[in-house]
């Protein structure tokens, strides 16, 4: 009886040692279950008018939005370098004048279509066609097989790798498109991604459902995702704070600084999304920012550290010149504006400015957004010698006289996304589109041209930082200000979002979300 007492104390305690060397070897996620659950994520704001037709434009947080359901064809890791998605592998043909791409087999979208070499040369030629700028290069594709087929262009263009990895390369299904229209599928996403289409109402709900035939095997874990989207940005907070969401992103500096300091929450930032500042219309041929002393004048009058640090509560940081580090277009040896007021009045005077004679500018902005540190700007100017007044907008105005209208002797709000994603000429054209009273110097568009269709990544790299030089330091194409963070604020259980930790909105992974209850 002794013995077999023994018996089962002894089992007993390596049972105990067993269980306590598990415990200790496995990863603490592997010891909560991963799947199931729906994850809210609270945005402040509306949405805009497409969030599942690529040929028309996305507005920003529309594109955090139709991340879980349209994939792109390639992703970046964290170096901001390409890596395979959709597209396995990819190849440069010797001259640089073709790109051959095999693609992912076995791979659905969400109403059993095929994703093969046919759909994507139909969402290729589908962005050609549109007014974007991306893949405009290409003069033709061929489809070499099922999964393969090649690009070919004229001569090399190296924005194409980080177009397949950005929103112009998120896929759609031909067979949707075709059946139900551009119309009914701006508003009906069917894509490869991780989660399906279910519900949308504007500028209320966007709903996702689990893909059971997702391509990643036991992906995704969440059985569903919706973005609840709460136009003021007070209820928005409250309902966060409420527990109604457990994720909210797009808060102003205020509001995320004040949850923050709560200490309950978990706050991603990433200070890659791109450079923002105030571009005048240097373009107008009697505009006063025509005059490259008086742009000059502007960017040194600004105090960036004390804009970052009492209005932005350092979840920006200060902008002097017009690339993130890390991007192509870095260049060390630039070092942009600093704050030197007494060198603004004398450029101002050098060109011919005085207290009888300010430059009378517009600072035009859209009411809808935070324009505080804007007025902190005008107050910055106006001590320099500016004559600065706010014009207040509404969105709609703004964006055309900003894209289509023009305007004039001011200057408009605006973000270079020069970051480690983009490729720098494709940021400029997009700047230039955006902007079009924003001055064009001949000089800076050849040698962004010559960068882009330069094969040699050293000599391209040479190129794009005597970019960043003509752009910053001899035509100062606008005043940079801040270096744009971009935050997501979580409860504790959620896990692995990817959601502005390396990148912006460019990429999240929304497969790999779990809750820890």
């Given at each position: 009886?002794?013995?077999?007492?023994?018996?089962?104390?002894?089992?007993?305690?390596?049972?105990?040692?067993?269980?306590?060397?598990?415990?200790?070897?496995?990863?603490?996620?592997?010891?909560?279950?991963?799947?199931?659950?729906?994850?809210?994520?609270?945005?402040?704001?509306?949405?805009?008018?497409?969030?599942?037709?690529?040929?028309?434009?996305?507005?920003?947080?529309?594109?955090?939005?139709?991340?879980?359901?349209?994939?792109?064809?390639?992703?970046?890791?964290?170096?901001?370098?390409?890596?395979?998605?959709?597209?396995?592998?990819?190849?440069?043909?010797?001259?640089?004048?073709?790109?051959?791409?095999?693609?992912?087999?076995?791979?659905?979208?969400?109403?059993?279509?095929?994703?093969?070499?046919?759909?994507?040369?139909?969402?290729?030629?589908?962005?050609?066609?549109?007014?974007?700028?991306?893949?405009?290069?290409?003069?033709?594709?061929?489809?070499?097989?099922?999964?393969?087929?090649?690009?070919?262009?004229?001569?090399?263009?190296?924005?194409?790798?980080?177009?397949?990895?950005?929103?112009?390369?998120?896929?759609?299904?031909?067979?949707?498109?075709?059946?139900?229209?551009?119309?009914?599928?701006?508003?009906?996403?069917?894509?490869?991604?991780?989660?399906?289409?279910?519900?949308?109402?504007?500028?209320?709900?966007?709903?996702y459902e689990k893909f059971e035939d997702y391509w990643q095997e036991g992906k995704p874990y969440l059985e569903g995702i919706e973005f609840k989207l709460i136009a003021n940005k007070v209820t928005a907070r409250m309902s966060f704070e409420a527990g109604?969401?457990?994720?909210?992103?797009?808060?102003?500096?205020?509001?995320?600084?004040?949850?923050?300091?709560?200490?309950?929450?978990?706050?991603?930032?990433?200070?890659?999304?791109?450079?923002?500042?105030?571009?005048?219309?240097?373009?107008?041929?009697?505009?006063?920012?025509?005059?490259?002393?008086?742009?000059?004048?502007?960017?040194?009058?600004?105090?960036?550290?004390?804009?970052?640090?009492?209005?932005?509560?350092?979840?920006?940081?200060?902008?002097?010149?017009?690339?993130?580090?890390?991007?192509?277009?870095?260049?060390?040896?630039?070092?942009?504006?600093?704050?030197?007021?007494?060198?603004?009045?004398?450029?101002?005077?050098?060109?011919?400015?005085?207290?009888?004679?300010?430059?009378?500018?517009?600072?035009?902005?859209?009411?809808?957004?935070?324009?505080?540190?804007?007025?902190?700007?005008?107050?910055?100017?106006?001590?320099?010698?500016?004559?600065?007044?706010?014009?207040?907008?509404?969105?709609?105005?703004?964006?055309?006289?900003?894209?289509?209208?023009?305007?004039?002797?001011?200057?408009?709000?605006?973000?270079?996304?020069?970051?480690?994603?983009?490729?720098?000429?494709?940021?400029?054209?997009?700047?230039?589109?955006?902007?079009?009273?924003?001055?064009?110097?001949?000089?800076?568009?050849?040698?962004?041209?010559?960068?882009?269709?330069?094969?040699?990544?050293?000599?391209?790299?040479?190129?794009?930082?005597?970019?960043?030089?003509?752009?910053?330091?001899?035509?100062?194409?606008?005043?940079?200000?801040?270096?744009?963070?971009?935050?997501?604020?979580?409860?504790?259980?959620?896990?692995?979002?990817?959601?502005?930790?390396?990148?912006?909105?460019?990429?999240?992974?929304?497969?790999?979300?779990?809750?820890?209850?």
């Amino acid at each position: 009886m002794k013995r077999a007492r023994c018996y089962f104390v002894g089992g007993l305690l390596l049972s105990f040692i067993f269980m306590a060397t598990t415990l200790i070897n496995t990863p603490a996620w592997a010891q909560t279950t991963k799947t199931g659950g729906y994850l809210t994520i609270i945005i402040p704001g509306t949405t805009g008018k497409n969030i599942g037709y690529t040929p028309e434009p996305f507005a920003p947080r529309d594109i955090l939005m139709i991340a879980p359901c349209l994939e792109t064809l390639l992703h970046y890791d964290k170096k901001g370098e390409q890596i395979p998605w959709l597209v396995t592998s990819w190849k440069w043909n010797p001259d640089w004048k073709s790109l051959t791409l095999d693609l992912r087999k076995g791979v659905k979208f969400h109403d059993g279509t095929d994703f093969n070499a046919e759909a994507v040369k139909y969402n290729l030629e589908l962005i050609i066609k549109s007014p974007k700028e991306a893949f405009k290069s290409v003069k033709s594709i061929d489809v070499i097989d099922n999964y393969s087929l090649r690009l070919n262009f004229d001569t090399y263009d190296g924005s194409i790798l980080p177009a397949l990895s950005q929103d112009e390369a998120r896929m759609i299904s031909p067979t949707a498109v075709e059946k139900n229209g551009k119309g009914w599928a701006s508003v009906h996403p069917v894509g490869t991604g991780p989660f399906k289409f279910k519900e949308f109402r504007r500028d209320s709900l966007l709903q996702y459902e689990k893909f059971e035939d997702y391509w990643q095997e036991g992906k995704p874990y969440l059985e569903g995702i919706e973005f609840k989207l709460i136009a003021n940005k007070v209820t928005a907070r409250m309902s966060f704070e409420a527990g109604e969401g457990k994720m909210i992103v797009g808060l102003q500096a205020n509001d995320t600084y004040g949850l923050k300091q709560e200490g309950k929450y978990i706050v991603n930032t990433s200070f890659s999304s791109g450079i923002s500042g105030l571009v005048g219309d240097g373009a107008n041929p009697d505009s006063v920012f025509r005059d490259v002393r008086v742009r000059k004048a502007m960017a040194y009058a600004i105090n960036r550290e004390d804009i970052c640090k009492n209005i932005f509560h350092d979840l920006n940081l200060p902008g002097h010149v017009l690339a993130v580090p890390g991007s192509k277009a870095y260049n060390p040896s630039v070092e942009g504006y600093s704050y030197d007021p007494a060198k603004a009045m004398a450029l101002l005077k050098e060109a011919g400015y005085g207290d009888s004679n300010k430059p009378k500018i517009k600072l035009n902005v859209a009411s809808v957004f935070d324009y505080t540190w804007v007025v902190a700007c005008q107050g910055y100017l106006n001590k320099v010698g500016f004559d600065a007044q706010m014009e207040l907008l509404a969105y709609p105005k703004y964006t055309a006289i900003r894209s289509t209208e023009g305007w004039k002797n001011g200057t408009c709000w605006i973000s270079i996304r020069m970051n480690q994603l983009t490729e720098p000429s494709r940021a400029i054209q997009r700047a230039y589109t955006d902007f079009i009273k924003m001055i064009r110097p001949p000089e800076l568009e050849t040698t962004l041209n010559n960068a882009m269709n330069e094969p040699d990544p050293s000599k391209a790299r040479a190129l794009y930082m005597e970019a960043q030089r003509l752009m910053v330091d001899k035509y100062c194409i606008l005043a940079p200000v801040y270096l744009g963070g971009q935050n997501s604020i979580t409860y504790p259980e959620v896990k692995d979002t990817g959601l502005y930790i390396d990148f912006g909105n460019d990429q999240w992974t929304p497969e790999d979300i779990w809750l820890s209850k």
